[in-house]
């Protein structure tokens, strides 16, 4: 069974930093694009970043780029985003997902249940 296990979430204020884990199970994880889906009212699902099996081809939506890192640790089956310069707008539950940006919506993606992040002062 694949799983995928999002924590790291939590409540920060506006310009501050979080990182978010995912640990990864159930295939085998090096042979896999990973991305990170956000879904927050009102604006439901956005994809925000995804990073290559080797690492080598990070890609982010517009209204993170800059702001957040995408990582992967291959040997641990871990999936990070570090989150700086947060902002109220980035207020959404987060999840970790199997594939690339053109793969997490599809029925070959799994997400995992997500961990919630609240950007309030």
């Known amino acids: 069974e694949v799983q995928l296990v999002e924590s790291g979430g939590g409540m920060v204020r506006p310009g501050g930093s979080l990182t978010l884990s995912c640990a990864a199970s159930g295939f085998t994880f090096n042979k896999w694009h990973m991305s990170w889906v956000r879904q927050s009212p009102g604006k439901g699902p956005e994809w925000v970043s995804s990073?290559?099996?080797?690492?080598?081809?990070?890609s982010y939506a517009d209204s993170v780029r800059g702001r957040f890192t995408i990582s992967r640790d291959n040997s641990k089956n871990m999936l990070y985003l570090r989150m700086n310069l947060l902002k109220p707008e980035d207020t959404a539950l987060y999840h970790c997902?199997?594939?690339?940006?053109?793969?997490?919506?599809?029925?070959?993606?799994?997400w995992g249940p997500g961990t919630q992040v609240t950007v309030s002062s």
């Open positions: 990073i290559d099996i080797d690492s080598g081809m990070p």
């Open positions: 997902a199997r594939g690339g940006g053109g793969v997490v919506w599809t029925n070959e993606s799994r």
